[in-house]
């Protein structure tokens, strides 16, 4: 095996256990379709060296749907970082496939996965999942609110890319900040690159960032959730998929796949921020 590989490998063992939850889905308008009950297991076998996963999934009336899968390897669709966190996904995007990605993150004993999914390039539908270790107490956070979010914010990032070059490390700052009842202005720093804004209008749960030529939105979810991602993938741009996740009142996480102008997986970055 590859030290690289090697790496990988022990960071997907941070995610051992049986976790507990639901898959729900939810309408690029923010609007709750389903909820599903689930468990999902991640066992591993020979001595580490392999991965049973079990889901289950607990249909309303209906028999337990199971899936098993076991690998000893990770596509290089798939990336994790140090604490656990990972994101698996297309490669390429095209615009008359389908096209998204899974967004994971894990903070103790809970977890927290978005899934972004489009077909002919417009935003389908989005897969939230909250999970906790079997056996935890601890709660679900309350619905993300735009107040949660306003406040300037200064963290770390740390950027894996797909061509598998070392890891880079960056200070980062975002500010959100209200200039109108439905007017939003975010401002955002990686590093010593230039602050890119953006204004957005406030709809309901909604974010809708239509200045740049492809129109980008937030949703507000559950559980201190966001998800951020283009309305409709427009040819030679690029392009982002984001999840956030309000971890207490002044501490955040968030995960950016980013794609490059052709559509190729470039990198995938995780960034902790505390507000100021």
């Known amino acids: ?23 729900t889905q939810i309408s690029p308008e923010g609007k709750v379709l389903a909820d599903l009950p689930t468990e999902v297991a991640l066992i591993p076998q020979d001595n580490d060296r392999a991965m049973r996963q079990e889901i289950r999934r607990y249909p309303p009336s209906e028999p337990t ?8 390897s990770l596509s290089r669709s798939t990336l994790f970082f140090e604490d656990g966190a990972f994101s698996q996904g297309t490669i390429q995007w095209g615009p008359f496939s389908e096209f998204g990605a899974e967004l994971g993150l894990i903070a103790g004993d809970r977890r927290l996965r978005l899934v972004q999914l489009f077909e002919q390039s417009d935003l389908k539908q989005l897969t939230l999942i909250r999970e906790r270790l079997q056996g935890s107490e601890t709660p679900e956070r309350e619905p993300l609110a735009l107040s949660d979010l306003v406040g300037t914010w200064q963290g770390e990032s740390v950027t894996q890319y797909a ?3 070392p ?3 960056q200070h980062t700052q975002l500010t959100v900040e209200m200039t109108g009842d439905k007017q939003v202005r975010q401002t955002i720093t990686f590093g010593d690159s230039p602050p890119i804004r953006s204004t957005g209008t406030v709809e309901g749960q909604k ?15 559950p559980d201190g959730a966001s998800a951020t991602c283009p309305l409709r993938i427009t040819p030679r741009q690029p392009l982002f998929l984001e999840v956030g996740w309000l ?3 002044n501490t955040r996480q968030r995960m950016i796949r980013s794609y490059d102008a052709a559509g190729a997986w470039s990198s995938l970055t995780l960034v902790t921020e505390r507000k100021k």
């Open 247 to 249: 971890l207490d009142a």
């Open 207 to 221: 974010i809708l960032f239509t200045g740049r030529s492809q129109p980008v939105q937030i949703l507000l979810l």
């Open 1 to 23: 095996m590859s030290e690289p590989y090697l790496s990988q490998w022990q960071r997907l063992l941070k995610n051992v256990g049986t976790w507990q939850g639901s898959f």
């Open 163 to 165: 061509d598998l070059r």
């Open 167 to 169: 890891e880079q490390q």
């Open 65 to 72: 749907q199971t899936t098993v899968l076991e690998y000893r």
